[in-house]
């Protein structure tokens, strides 16, 4: 367990160095300027969201939960740990319209994410099932 733990700890900043770098391409681009400490944070909210999900993941393999509590609790906690960072970066606003938007924006892109790996993972499914017939 320990090691499948590391192994997804730097998947996550793995993929946090590739969203910080989108992110910094962008800002390249329509030159946009930014100090050191606006960029340390965003980049130190990438990582902890990196982090994060690649490790909140593994409440999808505890066997005994159904997918409907492991779904609950995983979204659950990605909002409270998003809005945790998001107040630390200053991602969202707090305001009830930034809140409310953010939230919006935030359940799209789950549901999004959500669907797709219940796609990718009935097509795995019928994979295995056509290999064993």
Partial sequence: MGHQIVERVFIGLGFSGIFTFAALTIMMVNDVQAGVDIIWKNMLGSILMGVYFSLASLLFEVENWSL??????????????????????????????????????????????????????????????????
């Fill in 68 to 133: 409907l509590k492991q779904t609950t609790l995983h979204f659950l906690l990605s909002v409270a740990v998003f809005y945790t960072i998001s107040a630390f970066t200053g991602w969202v606003p707090f305001t009830l319209g930034a809140l409310l938007i953010g939230t919006v924006i935030f359940i799209a892109i789950y549901f999004v994410f959500w669907s797709l790996i219940g796609l990718y993972l009935k097509k795995m499914t019928n994979e295995m099932n056509k290999s064993i017939s």
